[in-house]
Protein backbone atom coordinates (compact mmCIF):
# COMPACT_ATOMS: atom_id res chain seq x y z
CA UNK A 1 0.00 0.00 0.00
CA UNK A 2 1.31 3.38 -0.89
CA UNK A 3 1.51 6.17 1.59
CA UNK A 4 -0.90 9.19 1.28
CA UNK A 5 1.86 11.54 2.97
CA UNK A 6 5.78 12.89 1.89
CA UNK A 7 8.12 12.08 4.65
CA UNK A 8 8.20 15.49 5.75
CA UNK A 9 4.62 15.19 6.58
CA UNK A 10 5.79 12.01 8.70
CA UNK A 11 8.86 13.17 10.11
CA UNK A 12 6.87 16.23 11.69
CA UNK A 13 4.10 14.08 12.98
CA UNK A 14 6.66 11.95 14.85
CA UNK A 15 8.03 15.29 16.28
CA UNK A 16 4.84 15.55 17.97
CA UNK A 17 6.38 12.85 20.41
CA UNK A 18 8.98 13.68 23.44
CA UNK A 19 12.05 11.80 23.71
CA UNK A 20 14.94 11.76 25.95
CA UNK A 21 17.71 11.51 24.57
CA UNK A 22 20.66 9.28 24.74
CA UNK A 23 24.90 8.26 24.04
CA UNK A 24 25.33 5.25 22.66
CA UNK A 25 29.25 4.65 22.94
CA UNK A 26 31.78 2.57 23.24
CA UNK A 27 35.18 1.74 22.34
CA UNK A 28 35.73 0.08 18.39
CA UNK A 29 38.05 -3.07 17.78
CA UNK A 30 40.46 -0.84 17.61
CA UNK A 31 40.01 0.89 21.03
CA UNK A 32 38.83 3.52 19.86
CA UNK A 33 35.94 5.80 21.37
CA UNK A 34 32.77 5.42 18.64
CA UNK A 35 29.40 6.62 19.61
CA UNK A 36 26.30 8.61 18.32
CA UNK A 37 23.37 10.28 20.32
CA UNK A 38 20.00 8.43 19.66
CA UNK A 39 16.61 9.68 20.63
CA UNK A 40 15.27 5.90 19.48
CA UNK A 41 15.62 3.91 22.59
CA UNK A 42 13.68 2.33 25.00
CA UNK A 43 13.09 -0.35 27.71
CA UNK A 44 11.89 -3.86 25.15
CA UNK A 45 11.87 -6.68 28.83
CA UNK A 46 12.53 -6.72 32.62
CA UNK A 47 13.02 -10.21 32.51
CA UNK A 48 15.40 -10.80 30.84
CA UNK A 49 16.81 -6.89 31.47
CA UNK A 50 16.58 -5.81 27.65
CA UNK A 51 16.98 -2.26 26.10
CA UNK A 52 16.17 -1.36 22.00
CA UNK A 53 17.62 1.20 20.11
CA UNK A 54 16.77 2.28 16.29
CA UNK A 55 19.82 3.24 14.94
CA UNK A 56 20.40 4.28 11.00
CA UNK A 57 22.48 1.93 9.07
CA UNK A 58 24.14 4.92 7.74
CA UNK A 59 25.88 5.33 11.25
CA UNK A 60 29.69 4.85 10.63
CA UNK A 61 29.69 5.35 14.02
CA UNK A 62 27.22 2.02 14.73
CA UNK A 63 29.30 0.43 12.13
CA UNK A 64 32.47 1.03 14.64
CA UNK A 65 30.53 -0.46 17.63
CA UNK A 66 28.74 -3.48 16.45
CA UNK A 67 31.35 -5.84 15.64
CA UNK A 68 32.45 -5.46 19.32
CA UNK A 69 29.41 -6.82 20.58
CA UNK A 70 29.13 -3.99 22.96
CA UNK A 71 28.15 -0.82 24.31
CA UNK A 72 26.83 1.13 26.51
CA UNK A 73 23.84 3.55 26.75
CA UNK A 74 24.42 7.19 29.09
CA UNK A 75 20.99 8.80 29.43
CA UNK A 76 21.47 12.50 29.24
CA UNK A 77 20.51 15.01 31.72
CA UNK A 78 19.38 18.63 30.68
CA UNK A 79 21.93 20.12 31.10
CA UNK A 80 23.97 17.96 28.73
CA UNK A 81 22.72 19.52 25.40
CA UNK A 82 26.13 19.95 24.51
CA UNK A 83 27.19 16.27 24.51
CA UNK A 84 24.05 15.59 22.61
CA UNK A 85 25.40 18.12 20.01
CA UNK A 86 29.07 16.92 19.77
CA UNK A 87 27.65 13.18 19.36
CA UNK A 88 25.37 14.21 16.27
CA UNK A 89 27.64 15.58 14.39
CA UNK A 90 29.95 13.10 11.82
CA UNK A 91 33.61 13.56 11.98
CA UNK A 92 36.61 11.74 14.30
CA UNK A 93 36.75 13.90 17.22
CA UNK A 94 33.15 13.66 18.70
CA UNK A 95 34.62 12.94 21.83
CA UNK A 96 36.57 16.24 22.59
CA UNK A 97 36.03 18.08 25.59
CA UNK A 98 33.38 15.20 26.78
CA UNK A 99 33.60 14.08 29.86
CA UNK A 100 33.62 10.34 29.72
CA UNK A 101 34.75 6.88 31.43
CA UNK A 102 35.54 3.75 30.07
CA UNK A 103 34.35 0.85 31.65
CA UNK A 104 36.27 -2.58 32.26
CA UNK A 105 34.16 -4.06 29.17
CA UNK A 106 34.71 -1.12 26.80
CA UNK A 107 31.78 0.73 26.84
CA UNK A 108 31.72 4.60 27.44
CA UNK A 109 29.42 6.12 30.34
CA UNK A 110 29.14 9.94 29.56
CA UNK A 111 29.63 11.87 33.13
CA UNK A 112 26.83 13.64 34.32
CA UNK A 113 24.07 11.43 32.54
CA UNK A 114 21.35 10.42 34.88
CA UNK A 115 22.10 6.89 34.10
CA UNK A 116 24.60 4.50 32.12
CA UNK A 117 23.08 0.98 31.02
CA UNK A 118 25.95 -1.45 30.11
CA UNK A 119 25.13 -4.24 27.30
CA UNK A 120 25.67 -6.56 25.25
CA UNK A 121 24.22 -6.92 21.60
CA UNK A 122 21.53 -9.30 21.55
CA UNK A 123 19.88 -9.20 18.35
CA UNK A 124 20.37 -6.56 15.34
CA UNK A 125 17.67 -6.41 12.91
CA UNK A 126 17.60 -4.49 9.36
CA UNK A 127 13.98 -2.69 9.48
CA UNK A 128 13.47 0.09 6.88
CA UNK A 129 17.15 2.20 7.05
CA UNK A 130 17.81 1.47 10.41
CA UNK A 131 18.65 -1.72 12.29
CA UNK A 132 16.69 -2.27 15.62
CA UNK A 133 19.27 -3.29 18.05
CA UNK A 134 18.57 -5.15 21.22
CA UNK A 135 20.80 -4.70 23.83
CA UNK A 136 21.33 -6.97 27.16
CA UNK A 137 21.74 -5.12 30.20
CA UNK A 138 24.87 -6.15 31.85
CA UNK A 139 25.30 -3.34 34.21
CA UNK A 140 24.12 -0.16 35.75
CA UNK A 141 24.41 2.92 37.34
CA UNK A 142 21.65 5.92 38.11
CA UNK A 143 21.52 9.12 40.00
CA UNK A 144 19.31 9.94 42.85
CA UNK A 145 18.29 13.45 41.09
CA UNK A 146 17.86 15.28 37.92
CA UNK A 147 15.85 15.93 35.03
CA UNK A 148 16.10 14.57 31.56
CA UNK A 149 17.30 15.87 28.20
CA UNK A 150 14.42 16.03 26.12
CA UNK A 151 13.98 15.63 21.93
CA UNK A 152 10.64 17.39 20.72
CA UNK A 153 9.60 18.86 17.60
CA UNK A 154 13.11 19.39 16.73
CA UNK A 155 14.49 21.11 19.89
CA UNK A 156 15.59 20.26 23.19
CA UNK A 157 14.00 21.19 26.33
CA UNK A 158 13.23 19.68 29.63
CA UNK A 159 10.29 17.96 31.29
CA UNK A 160 8.00 20.22 33.28
CA UNK A 161 7.13 17.39 35.94
CA UNK A 162 8.01 15.94 39.58
CA UNK A 163 11.60 13.91 38.24
CA UNK A 164 11.91 12.54 41.80
CA UNK A 165 9.44 10.99 42.49
CA UNK A 166 9.39 8.14 45.68
CA UNK A 167 10.00 4.76 43.59
CA UNK A 168 6.76 3.70 45.70
CA UNK A 169 4.75 6.00 43.73
CA UNK A 170 6.31 5.43 39.79
CA UNK A 171 6.24 1.35 40.75
CA UNK A 172 2.83 1.89 39.88
CA UNK A 173 3.35 3.49 36.49
CA UNK A 174 6.14 0.39 35.82
Request: aromatic share 6%; net charge negative.
Amino acid sequence: MRERFDGRAFRDALGRFASGVTVIAGLDAAGDPAGLACQSFASLSLDPPLVLACIARTSTSWARLLPTGRFSVSILADDQKDVCAALGRPGPDKFAGVPLAVTRDGGIRIEGALAHLDCTVDEAVAAGDHDIVVGRVTDLRARGTGRPLLFYRSGFGTGNFAPDAPAEVLSDWL
